[in-house]
Structure formats: structure tokens, C-alpha cells
């Protein structure tokens, strides 16, 4: 599989501050990528430094083949990316904001208008095209800058944060397009702090914290990391107080806890117990309401493998509000 | 390759201008700034205004060529805009040219009012178009880069003001706006010399007045150029 970026030793240092730190992996072709890590983690400086806003301190990249450092032009013109603010230019209309990316990324006359209109239905903007972008809303703006991107048809996207700051259902429609080019070929590269968005977008999520990779790999691998035992939920009525410690006697069950009305059976192949765990509530007169495994989510993987409690991953970043020029 | 990159240059001035510098405010803001100058001084001295005319076109065009360059670059740079430029399949020489290009020609815009007005209001006779022409194009140019060049070391448009006003005003009473350069102290004449208003201020001066000016009126323009 080719692979669309590489990255060898790639760092970054600001004075004693090392923002990223020898960081190295590939991206294949066609692949939705994820870069998670808590916030400072060193997601947003290594996309500068592979856009060409920031160079690094030492190391290499290359895009599509070229490198970043030793032709950053060439590098630049199979690429789109979307940053974390929505910059587009206020004093002009989504049509003129598109036009300008196809003059500058170097698009036929011929072209522009026709692809400025392409990009303005399929992001479901073109009855507000000859609007100012400063007028728009916030998901609105973010759609537009997404299209911008994508002006040139680039084989690989960069995508800053996309949905931070967006309601549940522009945050939704991002993360169809997001599909949506992921189905065209598109290399995708997504930076997040949203560990549920990263678990149902990506194909492999890369972990930096504190400007190292932890751990590169598909979520079901990362999961399958953390997961040491297994949880069975049951729910079961009547339920007595008595009941964890009746069912710890059965063979298989290392641990019996009551949570929220329901019983969690724990062992390293605790379904493997499951017949005679019925057989002993048959025998008690209780009725087994349901029952499930409980799997590890990628939040758990996630807290394992970087030690960052899983809840700071959750709270939303604050929006940076660009757009304004 | 040389005309594609022309090309991008074209398009990033333009969108500068269709943007930012041909709005009415800006416009007026512009067109402001010369007649309120040539005004406040035909007022002042009806007999003398010849004098000073070349001091207050130069004038004229370092305030709208240096203030626009700054403020458009900062506020890209406050709105995160200026980074789309910097992420486009562009080299650094095009966007400091095309931006230069853009504040450039609103300065020069500004630069041949003021020359309109002080030609049909006064009779001024241009003894010299040519070198009239290049100075114009050579200060709009070379007081845009200074503009380019405030904006590089601020974040905050009012700092772009102030550090702006660091700059031009010692040009305002160095470099013979409203009197002559070699009438001034030795050490204020060597502080004169190493700015570019002298040299437009001399050259425009040559341009419109017959009286000779501190030197070659294209020695002016060739220091000008260097300073661009």
C-alpha cells in the first residue's frame, strides 16, 4: 500500500519545550487516519509542520513523496487542508472564497466556476453563494472551509479538529463527508480530542501525549490492548445483596459486584462459566432479565495506554473563531 | 513556472483590493488624507504651496501605502487568514510580492489623486512625467514593503498604528517635507539620507518644480529602487 505521508524523527522544540518529539509513522493511501491526544499534546504543531505553517526543528516528511523541507511548494499542491479555525475571507462571498482557492491552487480558468458550484451543492451551500462568509453561521462556516479544501481534488486531507465547537448535527453531517471522501480515495488525517469521533471515523489511530506516540493502531487492536478480563452484566430479579458472593463460589468467576441494580461477573473467561451461573439462578427461583458482555470502549484504551483520565478528552476545546478577514 | 507564479500574484493583489482596499470607506479615507494636507497648507500659505506640494504627495502616498499593508497583514494574521496563503502551493516571494503589489497600488491610487488635484486646483506643470511616473510607482512600492515590514513584528492592529508612526513621522520632518534636507543639522542631514521619503520627496519635487533638488532627480529613483 503507498504510503501517502511519512514521517521520520519529525520534532519540534519552542526554546526548552519539546512540542513534538521524534515522532515517526506512515499514512497508507486512501486510509482515514487519526492523531488523538489530550489537549498541548503536540496534534495541532505536528499538522503545521506538514502543511508548511511551522518547520521543524529536525527530522523529515514527506506528502504523496515529496518532501516538506526540500520542495514545500511541490509538497503542498496535492494537499488540502482544513484547520481548526474556519478562515476563509469575511469580505468576500462563499463563490469568491472557492474561485480564490482555485486561482491559487493553480486551477484552469475553465474550472473554477464549475467546480465552485460542484463543491457549493454538495456541501448543500449553493443557494447562500453569493453570501459573505462573515455572515454565515458557525457549521456553515466550517463547511465552506472543508469545500476550500477540497478545491483542487487533493489525494490527501488534512482535517484540524473538524467538529469542535459544532452542534450535534453539523458535527454529524462533517463526519458523513468525512466518510463521503474517505469512499472517493481520499487520504484522510484527522486531528481530535474526541475519542468517540476518532473510534468511528478512523481506520488506525495514532496516541500522542506530551509530544510522543504512544501506541499506532486499528481501535478494535487498541481495545483488544486493555482488554485483560471479561464483564458479564446481568440483570436479575429478585437480586439480593448475597448474590456477589454466591456467584464468586462458581468456578470461572473471579469477581461479583452489584452496579446500578445489575450484577458484574469478571474473569478472564468468565462466559465460559455461564451455564452453571444460570443453573444457580434457576435453582434460586430468579429470573435473568438480560444479560451482555461488556467490551472495553477505545476511552478505556485510551486512559490504559496514556494514563490521561478519559474525561478531559471529552470536554470540547475552546472554538477559535477565524473568518473574520 | 515564472508565469504561473505572475499569475498567483496577480490574484493575491486582487483579492486585496476587492477585499480590503477599494471599499468606500478606505477610498474616502484616502482621498481624505491629500486634500486635507494640501488644504490645511494653502490655507496656512496661499503663496508657498508650491513649496511643499512634492513633500505632501510623498506624504500622502507613505500614509495610505504603509497603514493599508499593515493593517490588511495584521488583521489576516489576527483572523488566522494570512495562513491560507501560507498553506497554498505558494513560494514566500509570491505572497510578499503580491500582497506588496496590492497596498502598493492603493498608495500609487492615492499618490496620482493628490497629483490631480494639485495640477487642476494650483496649475502645477509636470516638467517631467516620466521620472514623475517612476517616483510615484517606486515610493508606493518601497512604503508598502515598509508597511509589510511593521506587520511582521506585531499581532494587534493598534500596534501596527503605532509602530507605523514610529517610522513615518521623523520621516514626516526629515526628508524635506517642509523644508529642505541640506538646511537642517549635519547630524539630522545623515539620518535623512538613510530614508526613502528623501528620495521620493526629491524626485517628485524635480518632477513637478523647476528648481534642481538635492541630486540627480534618476540617482533619486535608483536609491528609491534600492530601498524596494
Redesign the interface.
Known amino acids: 500500500m503507498e504510503e501517502v505521508i511519512c514521517l521520520e524523527g519529525l520534532s519540534k522544540k519552542y526554546g526548552d519545550l519539546v512540542a513534538v518529539d521524534a515522532v515517526s509513522f506512515s499514512v497508507h493511501e486512501g486510509e482515514i487516519f487519526g492523531y488523538l491526544g489530550p489537549n498541548g499534546a503536540g496534534k495541532t504543531t505536528t499538522i503545521r509542520m506538514l ?3 511551522t518547520r521543524p526543528t529536525s527530522g523529515e516528511a514527506t506528502l504523496n513523496g515529496v518532501s516538506i523541507l526540500k520542495d514545500p ?2 509538497a ?2 496535492t494537499v488540502g ?1 482544513v ?1 481548526e ?1 474556519s ?6 462571498t462563499a463563490w ?1 472564497n472557492l474561485v ?2 482555485a ?4 486551477l484552469p480558468k475553465k474550472e473554477w466556476g464549475a467546480r465552485a458550484g460542484e463543491l457549493l451543492r454538495d456541501f448543500g451551500l449553493i443557494e447562500r453563494k453569493d453570501d459573505k462568509f462573515q455572515v454565515f453561521s458557525r457549521g456553515m462556516k466550517r463547511r465552506l472551509t472543508i469545500a ?1 479544501a477540497l478545491v483542487h481534488r487533493p489525494r490527501l486531507l488534512f482535517l484540524d479538529e473538524p467538529t469542535t465547537g459544532l452542534d450535534v448535527m453539523s458535527a454529524r453531517g462533517l463526519r458523513q463527508v468525512i466518510r463521503k471522501l474517505k469512499e472517493k480515495g481520499v487520504t484522510v488525517f484527522l486531528t481530535t480530542h474526541l475519542i468517540q469521533e476518532a473510534e468511528e471515523l478512523c481506520d488506525r489511530i495514532a496516541i500522542i501525549v506530551k509530544g510522543k506516540i504512544r501506541t499506532i493502531d486499528t481501535p478494535a487492536k487498541l481495545k483488544n490492548q486493555v482488554q485483560e478480563v471479561e464483564i458479564l452484566e446481568m440483570k436479575v430479579h429478585p437480586l439480593f445483596d448475597s448474590l456477589p458472593k454466591e456467584m464468586e463460589s462458581i468456578p470461572g468467576v473471579e469477581k461479583a459486584t452489584l452496579v446500578e441494580g445489575k450484577i458484574h461477573l469478571i474473569g478472564k473467561s468468565v462466559h465460559q462459566a455461564l451455564p452453571p451461573i444460570v443453573a444457580h439462578l434457576s435453582g434460586k427461583k430468579m429470573q435473568i432479565l438480560s444479560i451482555q458482555t461488556l467490551t472495553p470502549s477505545l476511552e478505556d484504551a485510551f486512559v490504559k495506554l496514556t494514563g490521561v483520565d478519559g474525561e478531559i478528552m471529552r470536554v470540547d476545546k475552546p472554538q ?1 473563531m ?4 | 513556472m515564472m508565469r504561473k507564479e505572475i499569475k498567483k500574484i496577480y490574484y493575491i493583489a486582487r483579492k486585496d483590493l476587492k477585499a480590503y482596499y477599494l471599499k468606500p470607506p478606505l477610498i474616502s479615507w484616502g482621498l481624505m488624507l491629500p486634500v486635507v494636507f494640501i488644504l490645511a497648507f494653502y490655507f496656512r500659505n496661499p503663496q508657498g504651496i508650491e513649496e511643499v506640494i512634492p513633500g505632501l504627495v510623498g506624504l500622502t502616498i507613505l500614509f495610505s501605502a504603509t497603514s493599508m499593508a499593515a493593517i490588511v497583514i495584521t488583521f489576516e494574521k489576527r483572523t488566522e487568514a494570512l495562513e491560507r496563503l501560507l498553506m497554498a502551493p505558494l513560494s514566500l516571494r509570491t505572497i510578499l510580492v503580491g500582497k506588496t503589489l496590492g497596498s502598493a497600488f492603493f498608495g500609487l491610487l492615492m499618490g496620482f489623486v493628490s497629483m490631480v488635484l494639485v495640477t487642476l486646483f494650483f496649475g502645477l506643470k509636470i516638467t517631467n512625467p516620466l521620472s514623475l511616473a517612476l517616483a510615484l510607482i517606486l515610493s508606493s512600492v518601497s512604503f508598502a514593503l515598509i508597511g509589510i515590514l511593521i506587520s511582521v513584528g506585531v499581532r494587534e492592529i493598534f500596534e501596527a498604528m503605532t509602530m507605523a508612526n514610529f517610522f513615518r513621522f521623523p520621516m514626516v520632518f526629515l526628508c524635506g517635507v517642509f523644508f529642505p534636507v541640506n538646511a537642517m543639522p549635519v547630524i539630522l542631514q545623515v539620518v535623512g539620507f538613510c530614508l526613502p521619503l528623501t528620495y521620493s520627496v526629491d524626485a517628485l519635487r524635480q518632477s513637478l518644480l523647476p528648481d534642481g533638488g538635492l541630486m540627480h532627480r534618476y540617482l533619486d529613483l535608483l536609491i528609491l529602487a534600492g530601498f524596494t
Not at chain 1, 87 to 92: F, H, I, M, R, V
Not at chain 1, 103 to 106: T, V
Not at chain 1, 322 to 325: L, P, T
Open positions: 502543511v508548511g505553517l511548494v511541490r503542498k499542491e487542508v484547520p479555525a478562515n476563509l475571507y469575511g469580505e468576500l469568491e480564490y482557492m486561482q491559487l491552487y493553480g476550500a477559535k477565524g473568518g473574520g478577514g
